[in-house]
Structure formats: C-alpha cells, structure tokens
C-alpha cells in the first residue's frame, strides 16, 4: 500500500521558518522524482519545487520561493522535505508531496501552513 504521509506544517509568522517532511513507503522511493506541490485558498495547484530521482538529485522551484525554500531526499529515510526560510503571507497554503515512479504519480493528503502576524 502506497503511502505519502506529511508533516511539519503550522502556524508561523513572517519571515519564520518551517521544515515539512514527507514519509513515503510502498513503492520505490530511491528511484522515484519527488516534489511539493501547493493550494493556496481560491488559487490554482502550484508546483513549488521539484527534485529528480539519483545520482542527479536536479532541483527546481517556483520563482516566487527561489532562494527561500530547499527541498532534499534521504534515500535511506524514504523522506523528501522542504526548508521553508522567509516566510511570506503569500506561502500560505495547503502543502502536498508527491512522487512520480514512471507513470504512477502519488500524494500525500496535505499539510496546512500559514503565516501571518
């Protein structure tokens, strides 16, 4: 059974800080692209950062959290996270992982993270 479960969101001010972490298990994770996609209220699904599967390890984000945000795997963890630096109020959303093995995609139900004052 397929399972990508997060954590790590909250409540936090502006300019603080926040690591989401994303357990996987059930499929392949070390040779699995992984990512987090974002929905803020009344926005469409945004891709915030991607990271491809090893020895590359490729990295991309979104223009609006370049700089800020980090994501990494550990393969030994089967965990991806994503360092959230800087917060705006603008991050605020519902934060989902994902992975994609070939043509399978999975996700994760979502954690919510805001950020105000």
């Known amino acids: 059974q397929v399972q990508l479960v997060e954590s790590g969101g909250g409540l936090v001010q502006p300019g603080g800080s926040l690591r989401l972490s994303c357990a996987a298990s059930g499929f392949t994770f070390s040779t699995s692209a992984l990512g987090w996609h974002r929905r803020a209220p009344g926005k469409e699904r945004e891709l915030v950062a991607s990271?491809?599967?090893?020895?590359?390890?490729?990295?991309n984000y979104v223009d609006s959290v370049k700089g800020r945000f980090t994501i990494t795997r550990d393969n030994a963890k089967n965990t991806v996270y994503l360092q959230m630096n800087s917060l705006k109020p603008e991050d605020t959303a519902v934060y989902y992982c994902?992975?994609?093995?070939?043509?399978?995609?999975?996700w994760g139900q979502g954690t919510q993270v805001t950020v105000t004052s």
């Open positions: 990271i491809t599967a090893p020895p590359v390890g490729n990295t």
């Open positions: 994902y992975a994609r093995n070939g043509v399978q995609i999975y």
